[in-house]
């Protein structure tokens, strides 16, 4: 699978993925600043931004396009950042191809499986009729009726485009989503441990990595860090993006 990038900059490589339902847009102001001290590589994994839409949707097919993604570049090592979603799929990565990466920083996400938590957007996204909608005043209308939260309501409609025939579509493979949802919630199936540096950077307010969630991580990877940024959430990089970016480039540079 031939995954859609975008590259900024000059140095060392820098992949970032994206979490569940983004796409390499939302990181476009972040690689430009981190473009002045590396090649900063904004990926699109599969079903999600303008990649190839598939069936399978896996943290193992996930990694084995971050792996042939490399391979396409000609990059042999990388650090990796991935938020989310893309934070399992770069510890899957690093899990099967610990020598492809300098260092890892994960945003904002375990290792552990998660309960179901999107079922107000899957729903309300499911029971939306994008071929009856005129504009994307009237999409977000129809999407406030079972997501309260303006952010998320804004951040989903960057996936939403309008078709050349008529009407609007998601970026996202929605119908793949929406089935293999629980997938995604699924713990990272680590052959072995890592002996990567990683860095598990935390929103501050935000419950997916919790103090008790150390000692397995560290398991796993047992030259992890973790560090928290003060009045963030889980969009912690959308929330406080210059104490973001300080962090990141803190620990790439160390």
């Known amino acids: 699978m031939e995954l859609n990038y975008k590259s900024y900059g000059q140095g060392p490589a820098l992949i970032i993925l994206h979490g569940l339902f983004g796409s390499l847009d939302n990181w476009a102001t972040h690689a430009r600043i981190l473009s002045e001290h590396f090649s900063v590589y904004l990926v699109d994994q599969r079903n999600h931004g303008r990649s190839p839409h598939d069936e399978v949707w896996t943290y193992a097919a996930m990694a084995a396009d971050l792996d042939a993604f490399m391979d396409r570049q000609g990059i042999i090592r990388a650090y990796l950042?991935?938020?989310s979603m893309g934070g399992k799929t770069v510890m899957q990565f690093t899990s099967e191809y610990p020598e492809r990466v300098e260092k890892l920083i994960v945003a904002d996400m375990g290792i552990r499986a998660y309960r179901r938590h999107h079922d107000d957007i899957l729903e309300t996204l499911r029971g939306m009729d994008l071929s009856r909608i005129g504009s994307r005043q009237e999409a977000e209308a129809r999407m406030a009726e079972g997501i309260p939260d303006p952010?998320?309501?804004?951040?989903?409609?960057?996936?939403?485009v309008r078709q050349e025939q008529g009407g609007f579509a998601w970026k996202f493979n929605f119908p793949v989503i929406y089935r293999e949802y629980e997938r995604i919630l699924e713990a990272v199936p680590f052959a072995h441990p890592a002996d990567t540096?990683?860095?598990?950077l935390t929103g501050g307010l935000s419950h997916y990595v919790r103090p008790d969630?150390?000692?397995?991580?560290l398991r796993w990877f047992p030259r992890a860090q973790?560090?928290?940024i003060p009045d963030a959430g889980h969009w912690l990089h959308a929330e406080q993006p210059e104490a973001f970016i300080q962090a990141v480039l803190a620990y790439l540079a160390a």
């Open 81 to 83: 950042l991935g938020h």
């Open 151 to 160: 952010m998320v309501r804004q951040f989903l409609l960057k996936s939403l």
């Open 197 to 200: 540096p990683v860095l598990f």
């Open 213 to 217: 969630d150390h000692a397995e991580i």
């Open 226 to 228: 973790f560090q928290a």
